[in-house]
């Protein structure tokens, strides 16, 4: 696992101190100590020295360091990390050291306004840029006021949105994680849903989304047509969930813009929708050779597109050779993979890939790992659990008529095979 | 609770150009100077853009306080941005410029009567964080106005400058009133207001411990839960770790929160749903098992745990650090989720070692067979760390289901024939644990093991060889060559191995005399002579004496019955695992330790308890462990593992319970040795030779004092043989009998007046494991009285005479006689009220008369009532809470060894003892003549009188009784 790190000057690009109970010094342990784990083989994302506790996480090339000397609520640091992390890539783009130096009034501004003596306080991105903004010469007039927002119960709309067209965007997405042993027996799958919004309303419109769930046909005593088990749903803040957890009702004001609604987890047995057969015979200080085949276990009439089967091969192989019956087969020696693309899958085919690498005759005598292939594929127009959104109701008091639009794509999540070399 | 700094540091690899980041390049000498001037400059721009150059210098770490004067100057300005940046400045560098911090305080002033909210809230927010006392007292009286500003946004700013206050000088916030004003803020129309408070008043409640400031009631409980539906994540968080410090009165109140606290488990955030099942896990404590809702919560649960398992790899590590404490307490939550728990290829290694030890907490025989196929899937990875935990993990399952024992047997010898030799020695010491709990049923793969015998060079695999060696010396034909190999070079072993190769040497002689006297003799000297390691020492000594004085002895000794090995290993102690499951999320739940532990200055702060379960109806009082200065550390209070089980039976410092030790060997022991070495062998044989040292002991002290308790081979670690140890090195004490158990005095049990001039009084006692009744007959009549019998009614113990009542001779008038009845427990037994009460019968040959006694239930305590550790964890786990009940021994003024040594008397025997913050916990054991095991947590505190003795039995009902014997046992 752990690989050689470059030596990097470390230095501390920005600091808030939210307590003053830290002594600032204390960050110059951060990186020896995690490098003595490293080498270890045991990095862990809390370390501590002495009193001082460090939880971390790593963004592109920077860590991003919380500490602490209480018994902090850890859940909490590091879903305000990511927070952090999500607030300032909203901001600039890209969030690494460029980003910071060139932004640092902003970024303290940020840090502010996101944290107060260790309490996270309004940390969603489209209410602070209506008051923290980057160009200064904006900011005089936005700022004489602070918006209503931030510490209105509905935290994530602004009042006064308009626009001319009334339209909202439903993406449901759902993506399957197998995890498929070498013997070819499933040894776990389940599907992550997740409803997105694009919202164009004006005004506050109050939305309430209904689906085809079981248990709210169970409840209301309907059940016609084909319903959906969700084992576990999480809503953004917007949902009133204490609605939902009485009568199912999925009711609430959407942020504007794109936002994630919800996600559920349902936990079927589900066949693998792109099944994989593979063959791999190592033959030592000679070659090795790869025979996988690939099938489309879906519906004839719909397509997979951009399907990539990784095949993992040893790190010392050599002169590859590839026979495909269809799309391409490359090389990626820096991932030790082979990247075997199909474009276009329809349901039902069944596909071939040949490979054919050459050994040294002299062996890495370095243990490695079994990676297993991974596929990644995504198939439009097709929900696997057969979610379905059957109204989107959008209410306003302007009393506007809105229109939603709904589009269904399955894709891989966690696809993995594992292999047997 | 989340007070933390932040920081963000990364790894610099080249400077940059653009944007602000040109304010980074300026290093030239008179560059101080340079900045000086521009700060007084007229021009507004100017003024800012060195303001900028500053603060880009203080990022970096240079010092440019020398600016301050000129800083603060530009203080005054309407332009918002400008004004963040000096207060930045201001922030940073008022602690090292008191004086001139002063300066500032009328902008503050002015700046928190702004018309602009965001100015007001900026300048009461940052006058907190300005840690100078000269200023905190200018602070007030803004504050004050803040605290009731009309615009939210400032209010919700300034409850939170309470506490950055607080902790600056808390007696000036509690005599301006302002806990006050922070309590009346929970009332607040604003959800981000009610969340500020009830974080800032938590913060500072954490450093009162005792004051109750945060004075949950009904009341106050509802306008929380009507906030937690309004407010933002972050304070849903606040009000969530808020609730779940409050104890609801009743099953009723505990529900209708748990009901409103569900819909947080679908949050998005994982941290709010980690603070909801925390808030859950403890209520649940108070809801009676056989409520519906009870089931309906636990079915709730398990979802929104398994989703946590999709967030992002340290959100990850933490939810898995808490589902194992979950599913220590609650296991029925996640025994269906099995697969959720698979390891992934690129799952970190920190998250693979997690759901490792997960999946063996959850295994059973349903789901073995797919778990071993992982398990064997994990062990030819990589990963060295993960590898051994797996193979570490198959030995596990063996133990934990007995129907997978021959698979993981064989699934074992397959990776032993891998030949990677980490996993080899990883699966020695696993297959010794199967040995144990499954004896002569796999020792037909000894042969294997064997042959792998060289290449073993970690301690631990290589004592765990030599044990294997040792157990079954009589069926290796080379034994003895085997260990003659590992005993050349035995002062480079470590102390478990030499230990180990002792033990192992001592029960190959003890099963093949005739061929290794020389063996063993070798190993004493090395042991005893030429090793500096006092256990080993002592062990060698004691192996010596045993063998020289009473073989037979020995071989009861040696090779002794071992006690089973419990199924669960790695528990977490009980009370450690209900104080961490109220800490749910925070960094004790992922270092499975106390707060205490980790946190400076944070004893004297009360230890977290979970409610007291509906049934029991005793209220817990949490310990209050303030005073006691002096506290020895809390050890990381993990039980030992298996593994570590071994070592613990082979290092006698490990031994935790009693404080007696064997007096070091003297020098006269030096010399009996000595002797020993001359002429030894004669008795190393058999012979009843005269042993050598003058006061070495004699054999029925031998008998006596280690046949008594259960445990295995290494006597010297239970409790009553360090008596026993006392015993070998001083015969003075005779027969090694459990002394000093408690009898009550006599009591009259039958008046004259009712028995027609016969008075009966008398007691129990349990002497030599034999119950006896003791009484007095005094003949007050005046005629003789002849012919005594007695008989006892059925009793809720069976108890009944051994034997007819001995009065041999007439009783006279005005005479009296002692007699002893003894009683056996093979009696009818018919349940009791009190279950203690005993209805007896006497007949003389005046008349029959009847009278009921109540005995001691410390009288049915048997000797070999102490229980092996981990079976006492896994049964005290395994007894339902509401089996627990609790009670308190007042004025009792022993010190927890005092306590302990004198329990042990009446056959409760300490199993294990265990402090934390100056509170001694005694884990104790006690078994009932019919079988029946009462376990008991005994609280000791020093310097208070009062002890709380928790009591958890599968026949409940005896509690009481049992309670009654401590009491009598400790005050007497």
């Known amino acids: 696992m752990a690989q050689i790190s470059k030596i990097f000057n470390l230095h501390v690009l920005i600091c808030r101190n939210y307590k003053g109970d830290v002594d600032m010094a204390e960050i110059d342990h951060f990186m020896p100590l995690l490098m003595q784990h490293e080498e270890e083989g045991l990095i862990c994302p809390v370390m501590s020295h002495g009193s001082v506790h460090f939880m971390w996480i790593k963004h592109s090339n920077l860590y991003l360091v919380a500490t602490t000397n209480k018994n902090s609520n850890a859940s909490l640091v590091y879903s305000f990390l990511y927070k952090l992390v999500e607030v300032f890539t909203e901001y600039f783009k890209e969030l690494e050291e460029e980003s910071i130096q060139d932004n640092f009034v902003v970024v303290y501004e940020l840090l502010d306004e996101l944290m107060d003596f260790g309490f996270p306080q309004t940390t969603d991105s489209k209410i602070l840029q209506e008051y923290i903004t980057q160009e200064g010469a904006k900011l005089e007039v ?45 040894m776990s799958s389940d599907i992550v849903g997740s409803i997105k919004l694009k919202t164009m309303l004006s005004g506050m419109p109050e939305l309430r989304l209904g689906l085809n769930d079981r248990v709210l046909f169970a409840l209301t005593g309907r059940d016609k047509g084909k319903t959906v ?71 004839k009439q719909s397509v997979a597109n951009n399907v990539e089967v990784r095949v993992p091969v040893p790190s010392d192989a050599d002169s590859p050779k590839f026979k495909t019956s269809t799309g391409n087969a490359k090389y990626v020696p820096e991932k030790n ?40 594929f ?15 109701k959008i209410i306003e008091k302007s009393g506007y008529q809105a229109l939603p639009w709904v589009r269904y794509i399955t894709q891989s999540g966690d696809y993995q095979l594992r292999t047997n070399v | 609770m989340q007070e933390w700094a932040n920081q963000l540091c990364e790894n610099r690899q080249f400077g940059s150009k653009m944007t602000d980041s040109k304010y980074f390049t300026t290093t030239k000498k008179g560059e101080i100077f340079e900045l000086k001037a521009e700060l007084n400059s007229d021009k507004k721009e100017k003024k800012k853009e060195a303001v900028k150059k500053v603060i880009a210098s203080m990022t970096v770490g240079k010092d440019v306080s020398a600016l301050f004067p000129d800083v603060v100057n530009c203080m005054q300005t309407d ?43 900026l300048a009461v927010r940052t006058m907190g964080c300005i840690r100078v006392d000269k200023i905190t007292e200018y602070l007030c009286e803004p504050l004050r106005k803040c605290l009731k500003d009309e615009d939210p946004y400032v209010r919700k700013t ?74 933002t994540e972050w304070g849903q968080i606040f009000i969530l770790d808020c609730l779940a410090n409050y104890t609801p009165r009743d099953d009723r109140e505990s529900q209708s929160i748990c009901e409103r606290v569900t819909p947080r488990l679908s949050h998005a955030n994982s941290a709010v749903v980690l603070s909801a099942v925390k808030v859950l896990m403890k209520f649940m404590e108070m809801l009676p098992k056989d409520l519906d809702y009870y089931g309906t919560l636990l079915k709730k649960l398990a979802p929104p745990l398994v989703t946590l398992l999709s967030a992002e790899p340290e959100l990850q590590y933490v939810a898995l650090r808490n589902i194992n404490l979950i599913v220590q307490r609650r296991p029925e939550i996640l025994k269906h989720e099995m697969k959720v728990f698979f390891v992934k290829y690129n799952d970190p290694i920190y998250v693979k070692l997690e759901k490792l030890d997960i999946m063996i907490r959850l295994a059973s025989q349903a789901n073995i067979a797919q778990v071993l196929a992982e398990l064997k899937e994990y062990a030819t990875e990589v990963d060295v760390d993960f590898v051994r935990k797996a193979v570490r993990a198959i030995g596990r399952c063996a133990i934990k289901v007995e129907q997978s024992a021959e698979r993981c047997v064989s699934t074992l010898l397959d990776l032993i024939q891998t030949k990677v030799n980490y996993v080899v020695q990883e699966a020695i010491v696993v297959i010794k644990d199967i040995f144990r709990k499954y004896p002569n049923k796999y020792e037909s793969v000894i042969a294997t093991l064997c042959e792998n015998l060289d290449s073993l060079d970690e301690p631990e695999a290589r004592a765990a060889m030599i044990w294997i060696v040792g157990e079954y010396a009589e069926r290796i034909d080379n034994a003895d060559e085997l260990l003659e190999s590992f005993l050349e070079g035995f002062h480079d072993e470590s102390t478990q191995v030499q230990l180990q190769l002792l033990t192992a040497i001592v029960k190959l002689f003890l099963k093949k005399p005739t061929e290794t006297q020389e063996l063993v003799q070798q190993v004493l000297s090395l042991a005893t002579q030429d090793s500096d ?174 046949g008594a308790p259960p445990a295995a081979m290494p006597a010297s670690f239970t409790a009553p043989v360090s008596g026993g140890l006392d015993d070998l090195f001083d015969l003075g004490g005779g027969v090694g009998m459990p002394m000093g158990a408690y009898s009550p005095p006599k009591t009259v049990w039958l008046p004259a007046m009712k028995a027609k001039g016969l008075e009966i009084s008398g007691t129990f006692a349990r002497r030599a494991g034999v119950i006896q009744m003791e009484m007095t007959l005094t003949n007050k009549a005046m005629s003789v009285m002849t012919d005594f019998a007695i008989q006892f009614n059925r009793n809720s113990f069976g108890l009944a005479p051994a034997g007819p009542l001995q009065v041999l001779t007439p009783l006279s008038p005005n005479q009296s006689i002692e007699v002893t009845l003894p009683l056996n427990t093979v009696g009818p037994v018919m349940k009791m009220e009190p279950l203690n009460n005993l209805q007896v019968a006497v007949k003389n040959n005046i008349d029959v008369f009847y009278f009921s006694c109540q005995y001691p239930i410390s009288m049915l305590f048997v000797e070999d009532g102490k229980m092996e550790r981990q079976v006492f964890l896994a049964t005290w786990k395994d007894i339902p809470n509401d ?39 005694l884990y104790q054991s006690m078994k009932l003549t019919n079988g029946i095991w009462v376990l008991a947590e005994l609280r000791v505190q020093a310097g208070n009188p009062n002890y709380t003795i928790s009591l958890k039995c599968r026949a409940p009902e005896v509690s009481q009784c049992v309670f009654q014997s401590y009491e009598a046992v400790l005050k007497n």
């Not at chain 2, 560098?93 to 002015?110: H, L, R």
């Not at chain 2, 509690?174 to 922070?182: A, I, N, S």
């Not at chain 2, 009670?887 to 409760?908: E, R, T, V, Y």
Request: one cysteine or more; charged letters at 20%.
């Open chain 2, 533 to 706: 390691n006092p256990d080993l020492r002592d062990r060698g000594y004691i192996y010596w004496r045993l063998l020289s004085t009473d073989p037979v002895a020995a071989k009861e000794v040696v090779l002794a019955e071992k006690p089973l090995i419990s199924e669960e290993t790695d528990l977490i102690e009980p009370t450690l695992l209900e104080e961490l499951i109220c800490h749910i999320g925070t960094l004790a739940s992922v270092y499975h330790k106390p707060p205490s532990a980790f946190v400076e200055g944070s004893r004297g702060v009360q230890h977290k308890r979970l409610p007291g379960s509906a049934g029991s109806g005793e209220s817990v009082e949490s310990p209050d462990t303030g005073s006691a200065a002096g506290v020895s550390e809390a050890p990381p209070a993990v039980i030992p593992s298996q593994g570590d089980l071994l070592g613990d039976l082979l290092n006698l410092d490990l031994t935790p319970p009693t404080t007696t030790g064997p007096p070091p060997p003297s020098s006269g022991m030096q010399m009996g040795a000595m002797d020993l070495l001359g002429g030894g062998l004669d008795s190393l044989m058999g012979d009843e030779s005269e042993p050598l040292g003058g006061d070495l002991g004699g054999s029925p002290a031998m008998g006596a004092g280690f």
């Open chain 1, 142 to 186: 936005a700022k004489t006021k602070v918006p209503t927002t931030v510490t209105n119960a509905v935290s994530w709309r602004s009042e006064g949105i308009k626009y001319k067209k009334n339209e909202v965007f439903i993406d449901v997405i759902e993506s399957i994680n197998v995890l498929v042993n070498a013997n070819g027996s499933v």
């Open chain 2, 158 to 231: 300034a409850a939170v400058c309470v506490a950055k206050l607080h902790d600056i000088n808390a007696q000036l916030v509690e005599d301006q009133g302002f806990l006050d004003t922070l309590k009346d803020l929970i009332s607040d129309s604003n959800p981000m207001v009610v969340a500020n408070a009830v974080a800032a008043l938590s913060e500072i409640a954490e450093s009162h411990p005792n004051s109750n400031l945060l004075d949950l009631n009904p009341q106050t409980i509802n306008k929380l839960l009507t906030a937690l539906n309004e407010c």
């Open chain 2, 79 to 121: 332009n918002l941005e400008l004004k963040k940046l000096v207060y930045l400045y201001l922030m940073n560098y008022a602690k090292s410029q008191p004086d001139m911090a002063i300066m500032a305080v009328n902008t503050f002033v002015k700046d928190c009567e702004d018309p602009n909210p965001l100015i007001r809230a």
């Open chain 1, 337 to 376: 993979l082979v990247v075997w693309t199909i474009k276009s899958f329809p349901g039902g085919k069944e596909f071939l890939m040949r490979a054919h690498f050459g050994l040294p005759s002299v062996e890495n005598d370095e243990m490695e790992g079994k990676p297993p292939i991974t596929v990644k």
């Open chain 2, 883 to 921: 089996n627990e009940s609790q009670f308190q021994i007042k004025d009792c003024h022993l010190n927890s060894d005092a306590a302990s040594n004198k329990l042990q008397g009446s056959n409760i025997f300490t199993i294990a003892k265990r402090t934390v913050e100056g509170q001694d916990m």
């Open chain 1, 229 to 299: 088990v969700m084992e576990d749903v999480k809503f953004h803040q917007c949902v009133r969930l204490s609605r939902f957890e009485s009568d199912r009702t999925i009711s609430f004001i959407p942020p504007d813009g794109e936002s994630e609604l919800m996600s559920y987890r349902i936990n079927t047995h589900v066949k693998p929708l792109i099944w994989i057969e593979s063959v791999i015979e190592k033959f030592s200080h000679s070659r090795v050779e790869i025979m996988v085949k690939a099938k489309g276990q879906f519906k």
């Open chain 1, 378 to 392: 995504e198939i439009p127009y097709f929900t696997v659990s057969g979610i379905q959104v059957r109204y989107m």
